[in-house]
């Protein structure tokens, strides 16, 4: 395979094996030139002696002309060459404002709602690029052989050629890649397609954040609710969902931080189908203790329903305090409940009369109330949990009692357990049916192990919200728009359980990592997180460097037939005749089944380029503009 079919204009077969595709070799100059100057000069030559008169008038101005056709065409065709070769030179990053994002994105979609284009209409918009397909795949092997630089023009002149100032060489990435193809257009993805869940994976400073930006600013602009959780508190996406509720005219966006109890509160146990999910989504967030671990489960699961059946809403906070020291006065306000009013003013007139008191005096009235069986289940449960000796079960509780403790340190105790009457508190499912946009940091940075829990809680509930909202048909099906950063510091069952089958529900989930590496050990395993992955419909790659991560791409993106020539010469003399001499040439030519993007060059993505799969097979290679949020937008 050679470069002078790779390169040409015409449009080839998608069979690159067939021998109409193999050429003499080109990693050359565009050599069109040299003979187009000889041209011009005989033209020129021939136009001075026509003047001059030291030629006949008539031959020296059909020779002009006829080298001045010859040198028109071979400067045809040197441009040609160049023009080709210009795009390999890449493109510069592009920023672009909020405000003006938002006016293309309404003037593309007006567009196409004018002509009727009801299969994409309100769709998403990844970038510029073109769907990458085995020709392209042909190509990129086939520069891997040679020198790319040299087949690519001074950048004035790729400047001028392709309209765009050509990607800094000093900058990270190979440039060529994207030229591949020169004819881009706008990448446009139904909104149907990212319903089964979008996976971005990239290296530090690849442009995931980038990416995720602009994805986040149009889910904003369409008007859906919008949940992001950002672990380390971008800057740049933070302006930007400030920016674009702005500019729909939306309310301002409600934000969470783990130490500023002035933001929006959220209570992560608000909604759940059974008491027993709370003791669930807490003891998950343990450092594994064997046993210890269940025997907190039933500790919790005891307070919880104890909680519900006096009517309180369960929270981290309250939970914590019943298991340090309130647990009595709980447990005698479930009795009170359960009794009749009289039958408890008799119960604790008896234990008076007995002379009991404290501990001694409550296992007293619980064994009266039992006898009269005027106890709940719940009630019963916290019973026979308070019988239990409280030094062994201060033992068995003990690994839970740091997790509650973390989560309820410092601001922690108003932002994730606000008080039932609290202005500044909304549950998940306010916000959702308000079509509000919660943008959430964790504050990763100074502290990993407080953000990954707070994470998994928050995505807790917000499974259990999207049951809810699946089961009750009468609720509103509100889209809803998720985007985790950094998921791998957050993903549990329940991330899982949203991606798997939150689509039902109105769900769209957008997460970002930077390799399965660091799922696999939030996950326990290599295994698991393979698992976790196959539930994203959509994969979209920046530059990865791990290996791990570059073969899962490379094998999502899938293979095609690469073809590969083979030429042999001969050569053998005659002894018996001197001077007499056979030669020989011949050229095979093969195709084998390779990825159709190779590992390595997901390693060379220039910043903010990516491959992406689609939903549906669609295999696109893409870049995407840095947003940028205007001044008036994030200040006023």
Known sequence: MTLLTIFSRRRRSVFTAGTDSVRADTSRPATEFKPALAWSVTASVAGVFAAAGLAPAFAASLVGLVSAFMAGIRLKSGMAVLKDRAPLAGSALELISCRVFARRLLRARRNMASKGDTETFAPVWFGRGFDWGPEHAQKLYELSKIDVERLIPHRNICRRLTGTAPKDPRTVGLAAIDGLESRKKDIWVSEKTLEGGTLIVGTTQAGKGVLLTSLVTQAILRGEAVIVIDPKMSSRLKNAVTAAAKLANRSDPLFFHPNDPDGIRINPLTHFERPSEIASRLTAVMADSGPFTSFAWSAVNVVVNLLVHVGRTPSIAGIESVLTGDFEDLLLEAVELDCEPDLFDTLVSEVKLKGKKGREGVLLLLDKA?????????????????????????????????????????????????????????????????????????????????????????????????????????????????????????????????????????????????????????????????????????????????????????????????????????????TAHPGHFTAGASRQITASREEIIPCDVLGKLPNCEFFASLAGGRLVKGRTPILIADEDLVSG
């Open 370 to 574: 039992r006898d009269r069986e005027a106890l709940s289940e719940a009630t019963l449960k916290g019973a026979a949990t308070y019988a239990h000796d409280p030094v062994h079960f201060s033992k068995i509780t003990a690994s839970l009692m740091p997790v509650l403790a973390m989560l309820t340190s410092g601001a922690l105790r108003q932002t994730l357990s606000p008080a039932d009457n609290d202005a500044e508190a909304m549950s998940l499912s306010e916000i959702i049916a308000q079509r509000k946009i919660l943008y959430v940091c964790l504050n990763s940075l100074p502290d990993p192990t407080v953000a990954g829990a707070i994470g998994s809680l928050l995505l807790a509930d917000l499974a259990s919200c999207a049951g809810e909202r699946y089961n009750d048909t009468s609720i509103a099906r509100t889209t809803v728009s998720l985007f985790v950063d950094e998921c791998s510091n957050v993903i549990n069952r329940s991330l899982i359980e949203i991606l798997n089958k939150g689509a039902e529900s109105g769900l769209r989930t957008t997460c970002a990592m930077q390799t399965v590496a660091d799922l696999a050990a939030r996950l326990g395993s290599t295994d698991e997180a393979r698992m976790a992955l196959g539930n994203f419909n959509s994969l979209v790659s920046l530059r990865t460097k791990d290996r791990l991560t570059q073969e899962f791409v490379a094998e999502t993106f899938g293979r095609t037939y690469i073809a590969n020539t083979a030429a042999t010469l001969t050569s053998a003399s005659d």
